[in-house]
T-cell receptor, first 115, second 112 residues
Framework: DTEVTQTPKHLVMGMTNKKSLKCEQH?????MYWYKQKAKKPPELMFV???????INESVPSRFSPECPNSSLLNLHLHALQPEDSALYLCASSPQIGASTDTQYFGPGTRLTVL | GENVEQHPSTLSVQEGDSAVIKCTYSDSASNYFPWYKQELGKRPQLIIDIRSNVGEKKDQRIAVTLNKTAKHFSLHITETQPEDSAVYFC???????????FGTGTRLTIIP
């Protein structure tokens, strides 16, 4: 399996809802990432997990809460979001940090709309 | 931190002609430079990457060149085809740094 998968593909939620985004990879990668991408912009890094530990939080508001239950799974829990949080949320993985084989591979993303 | 500038922001090329996209980076420690292609509504897909111990890398119609002294790298697409139409992002980072810094993107349109 050489893919990163994400569910759901689309999500519409109200500002008072709680929802979760899921990401999965079975390539044995030990680093996983969450990115946010607005239209016509590059992906913007949110969080990095390395060996299941949070290693980077790019000053993301607490209404976004990441979780890495095991080396294959990455979740992003959403609560009390704002309309400006509407975006494409991309998950990525790479073999490991700090090695020559650290290419990042992206999942298809979850298109999130906050009403 | 690293800063990556990318030009042009839009590029229209006649089918069969070549396209060149250029990026400049600021951190001389950066040593890994990938290029991603993103079609509308799809994921960014890695199309080619280069490490700072080489100056050029080719994969069929795609090539990347790196000038470490000038701190810039370029993507070259030859014999362009309609399916090359997409947004292309360059990026840079150094080994050991988890953060990949992206350029602002180039929208490439191939005119049939």
């Amino acid at each position: 399996d050489t893919e990163v998968t994400q569910t759901p593909k689309h999500l519409v939620m109200g500002m008072t809802n709680k929802k979760s985004l899921k990401c999965e990879q079975h390539m044995g990668h030990r680093a996983m990432y969450w990115y946010k991408q607005k239209a016509k912009k590059p992906p913007e890094l949110m969080f990095v997990y390395s060996y299941e530990k949070l290693s980077i939080n790019e000053s993301v508001p607490s209404r976004f809460s990441p979780e890495c239950p095991n080396s294959s799974l990455l979740n992003l829990h959403l609560h009390a979001l704002q309309p400006e949080d509407s975006a494409l949320y991309l998950c990525a993985s790479s073999p490991q940090i700090g090695a020559s084989t650290d290419t990042q591979y992206f999942g298809p993303g979850t298109r999130l709309t906050v009403l | 931190g690293e800063n990556v500038e990318q030009h042009p922001s839009t590029l229209s090329v006649q089918e069969g002609d070549s396209a060149v996209i250029k990026c400049t980076y600021s951190d001389s420690a950066s040593n890994y430079f990938p290029w991603y292609k993103q079609e509308l509504g799809k994921r960014p897909q890695l199309i080619i990457d280069i490490r700072s111990n080489v100056g050029e890398k080719k994969d069929q119609r795609i090539a990347v060149t790196l000038n470490k002294t000038a701190k810039h790298f370029s993507l070259h697409i030859t014999e362009t085809q309609p399916e090359d139409s997409a947004v292309y992002f360059c990026a840079a980072r150094y080994f050991g740094n988890e953060k990949l810094t992206f350029g602002t993107g180039t929208r490439l349109t191939i005119i049939p």
